[in-house]
């Protein structure tokens, strides 16, 4: 059997003792919103949490019963007799703190003033969200992760949870990740920064206020994050020089198919993703770097380290590419850490970890059923 | 001796006859802005054309005797025994049209409104430049180039010269350049449209009548596009990780040191170039396709083509990688033209073309001293 976890529902979870991030700020009070599926088994030993990336949420497997066509973002990775196999695992997906898909994020009401947070919402490192979710752990009565997962900024979040809570992760899966961002992936991110941070709808991330979205601004960062995600070959493939009109038309609307698919996709996702949030995760991504603090040494960062590590990339991945997974398996072999590695051949860049591609989906697999057998013997 | 050309100035050619364009609208009257350096020989024989890329100009080599620190964008490559040696070669370098350097632009004034051109200036296409450029060919009295010159967008004009006018170059040098974009090409380009088209200060390409300039969205423009001109290795070494107040800051201000560059890259550009000038440049480059006409058949395409070719690629050029240039090689063999090949190791990615590179500049000087002999055997 291989099939969709079904009908699933979102639940929230009320942390009312004070967070403090990284950077000094204080949050009196925060919510989780997160989805879970299958059952936690009686020593709450099979429990996995899916970090998301970017532009990730809680809704990571099965759909919504008055929304059929809502698919989780992972559901091809989630469920009965899938890779993460739902009649094994309890499998946990949350929206990062930050976020805008129903946790507490900018956008959120600032119970103190009564109006969204806007600008005066922390900055949240990948450290930060390591905290929340250990306590949403804490709330579920899970003291130990049979696994932590996650592809691109959810693979730092993995890496982190084994550094940050070493006792509480047996298996960590970074998929399409790096020890830390590149010089040009910082580049990247700014840039996409700056479109929203100039846009005048922004309002200094106040914009709620004024009945006003900075849609230009998000527009562009998606389109450009687009360009990222993909492969030069993906894209060549495609779309080509492929005209959408069949003939130049001279002047600046849309011509080629690409054009028509990346103004799209920057449309779609200005009409429903905030701002802030993309602010906010973006940062995340450039600080994380577990190594800054021991003096750039990734193999000291990650002595305190007890998990064992599935380590995946793909070959066409230019945003995280191999070379960065590789220098993680050598930092986790430096430490004598059970590592595993699979260079996946993959045509679709950085976007292949979200989709559903043989090779990887049974490396994953065969990884998991070994994790199973950890409890089920 | 390997010096500079010294004091240089500018001249202005004026064509009454009316030019039409690719797309067929038609200008009248335009005027280009050029520069030469060295003398013409008797028989008009050793003259090349340096075509420039997007934010180039005539400006190429020396420096105004007002304004010794304004040297020319390729003044390493040009003078007195330098590769492109003035002693013996007439060098011009022009601003092309639809420039913002002096040659009729958008930002020229149309004399039938008496108003800036903006919006209603044609797109203007490789193929149009050249026939812009052979009409100067023309005043200047010069039938057959020795060679004409460029790198990047200005190697898809040395090319189409092959094209349009096979019996008017003796010798195309096409530097860090490509056959056609690619998807992802055309897609950084059209982030970079998008950028300047939605600043509500572009209004629509009109905005000098509102005494606004898009500066928004051209410094977006400027900063991805430095990131496509630089390597990602380029950008490790010289930017890296590097923080400029020396720890991270937990705000949206600038933090890492590539961050300072690309603003300071972005805010420098936006001070002084044209918006409408960058939309028209990023439409040559989509346009440039020599094969469309033949089929997709780049063989077909240089058929007519009765030049030798130099051809110069950069390792870490992923923007115009190798691979492409290898395609023009493969043409031009096919076709039975003389070419010559060099796949320069340089750690500068798109950029390199514009730095001093000994292997670079001894190839080039090689393939022109051969030249030289030519008129002066």
């Known amino acids: 059997m291989n099939t969709s976890v079904g009908i699933v529902y979102a639940q929230r979870a009320i942390f009312d003792t004070p967070l403090t991030f990284r950077s000094g700020a204080v949050l009196p009070r925060y919510e989780l919103v997160y989805e879970t599926y299958g059952t936690l088994n009686a020593d709450k030993s099979n429990a996995i949490l899916v970090c998301h990336a970017l532009s990730g949420h809680h809704h990571v497997a099965g ?18 007799g899938r890779p993460v196999d739902t009649d094994k695992f309890f499998v946990i997906g949350l929206n990062n703190l930050g976020g805008c898909h129903g946790s507490t994020g900018p956008s959120s009401i600032n119970p103190e003033t009564g109006k969204p947070y806007g600008a005066s919402f922390p900055v949240v490192t990948v450290e930060d969200w390591v905290e929340s979710q250990a306590r949403l752990a804490d709330l579920l009565g899970i003291t130990q992760f049979a696994a932590v997962m996650g592809g691109s900024l959810g693979g730092m979040q993995a890496m982190q949870w084994s550094l940050s809570h070493p006792e509480r992760v047996r298996h960590v899966l970074a998929i399409a990740t790096a020890p830390h961002l590149t010089a040009e992936n910082i580049a990247f991110n700014d840039v996409a920064r700056n479109a929203i941070l100039t846009d005048p709808d922004f309002h200094g991330g106040d914009f709620y206020q004024h009945g006003v979205v900075p849609t230009r601004g998000l527009r562009l960062a998606r389109m450009l994050g687009h360009i990222t995600y993909l492969s030069d070959d993906a894209m060549a493939d495609k779309f080509g020089r492929s005209l959408r009109a069949g ?31 993309y602010l906010l995760m973006t940062k995340a991504l450039d600080y994380f770097d577990p190594a800054r603090e021991f003096k750039g040494s990734l193999d000291k960062a990650f002595a305190v380290s007890r998990a064992d590590f599935l380590v995946l990339s793909f070959t066409t991945d230019w945003r995280f590419s191999p070379d960065r997974s590789r220098e993680i398996v050598q930092t986790l072999l430096h430490n004598h850490l059970n590592v595993s590695y ?12 979200l989709m559903e591609h043989e090779h990887y989906h049974e490396v994953m697999r065969v990884y998991l059923d070994r994790i199973a057998k950890e409890f089920s013997a």
């Open 63 to 80: 759909h919504y019963a008055d929304a059929p066509e809502n698919v989780g973002w992972w559901d091809n990775m989630i469920g009965p």
């Open 247 to 277: 003939k130049l038309g001279y002047n600046y609307g849309i011509e080629f198919e690409i054009e028509s698919y990346l103004r799209y996709q920057g449309d779609k996702f200005a009409a429903y993703f905030d701002a802030n949030t």
């Open 342 to 353: 699979a260079e996946i051949a993959s045509t679709h860049g950085h976007d292949s970890f």
